[in-house]
Nanobody
């Protein structure tokens, strides 16, 4: 089993940047697909970004493509999400997740373990 802990959330102005970090502990991290999801108030949790186990493939939702960048450091067991040009609609609780499979990175059902989330607030 892998335990995930997110950090880096906060309150920012529209146009600012934030970097979220997810630290994993437990089982081997390097073979796990890592993803970031978010849930805004009154909305369902949605896919944001994912990165393959080897780090050579990344996936983004259309709403964040070009503004967010996901990366991983297998030596440090981290998966980060750099968020630039933040918009008020990016405000949400952001969750880090991990999957033993490498398929359907957009589908939250394939993810086996989740962090507790970190809050991001963006004011206009």
């Amino acid at each position: 089993q892998v335990q995930l802990v997110e950090s880096g959330g906060g309150s920012v102005q529209a146009g600012d940047s934030l970097r979220l970090s997810c630290v994993a502990s437990g089982r081997t991290f390097s073979g796990i697909l890592m993803g970031w999801f978010r849930r805004a108030p009154g909305k369902e949790r949605e896919f944001v970004a994912a990165i393959s186990a080897g780090g050579n493939r990344t996936y983004y939702s259309d709403s964040v493509k070009g503004r967010f960048t996901i990366s991983r450091g297998n030596a440090k067991n981290t998966a980060d999400l750099q968020m630039n040009s933040l918009k008020p609609e990016d405000a949400a609780v952001y969750y880090c997740a991990g999957s033993y499979t490498q398929v359907r990175p957009y589908d939250q059902r394939v993810y086996n373990f989740w962090g507790r989330g970190t809050q991001v607030t963006v004011s206009s």
